[in-house]
């Protein structure tokens, strides 16, 4: 079946710009991470959705991060007024169930570059 | 000092060799704990979970030790398709959902 897809592979942007990064999960997936990676450094978690609802955004590092998943499926990371510490790889990854016993599956990608 | 520690290498190792690497955390509080794997420029992929008891999966072994807080992989008869980073993850503590990633120890298999 389908895995995880993310939307763009790779978005280059200015300092100051919004962008929208893009996850679609597996099917019938509820549990949806995003994560970012910069080089050399493992994921680091920014925000949980179980089914539609955030259940825990403690990861994102300040409110110009902002996700949302309003269907229960499709999430949407949004950065507002991005700057160059921004950049990194944005991963998406979704599970059957919030549980840390579940794989979570990933997704390519997104590899944000801010000029 | 970080939540889950690795030697980030890289290991440079022959062909056919017997690699070993280990990883440490620092929350006793953790319970679940996983090896995986992530090639170049790709997303992770899970390579094994671990459990109390030790467990193989054809060439690889993961151990856990829970007093001294560590984790091991094991890997025998390498192969040149082996080469790539592995991050050991484990569960935060008093978290059943959120895991703490390693930053990865890379290895090359030489032929």
């Known amino acids: 079946g389908a895995g995880v897809s993310q939307t763009p592979s790779n978005k280059v942007t200015e300092k100051g710009k919004y962008v929208e990064l893009r996850c679609d999960p597996i099917s019938g997936h509820t549990a949806l991470y995003w994560y970012r990676q910069s080089l050399g450094q493992g994921p680091e978690f920014l925000i949980y959705?179980?089914?539609?609802?955030?259940?825990?955004d403690s990861g994102l590092p300040n409110d110009r991060f902002f996700a949302v998943r309003p269907e229960g499926s499709v999430s949407t990371l949004k950065i507002q007024r991005t700057e160059r510490g921004d950049s990194a790889v944005y991963l998406c990854a979704s599970g059957r169930q919030g549980s840390s016993y579940n794989e979570q599956f990933f997704g390519p990608g997104t590899r944000l570059t801010v000029l | 000092r970080k939540e889950v520690e690795q030697d980030p290498g890289p290991f440079n190792v022959p062909e056919g060799a017997t690699v070993a690497f280990n990883c440490t955390y620092s929350?006793?509080?953790?319970?679940?704990f996983f090896w995986y794997r992530q090639d170049c420029r790709k997303e992770p992929k899970l390579l094994m979970s671990v459990y109390s008891s030790g467990n193989e999966d054809g060439r690889f072994t993961a151990q856990l030790n829970r007093a001294s807080q560590y984790i091991s992989l094991l890997i025998r008869d390498s192969k040149l398709s082996d080469s790539a980073t592995y991050l050991c993850?484990?569960?935060?503590?008093?978290?059943?959902?959120?895991?703490?990633w390693g930053a990865g120890t890379k290895l090359i298999i030489k032929p």
């Open positions: 929350n006793s509080a953790s319970q679940s």
């Open positions: 959705f179980q089914g539609t609802g955030a259940a825990d």
């Open positions: 993850v484990v569960n935060k503590g008093g978290s059943n959902y959120q895991l703490i």
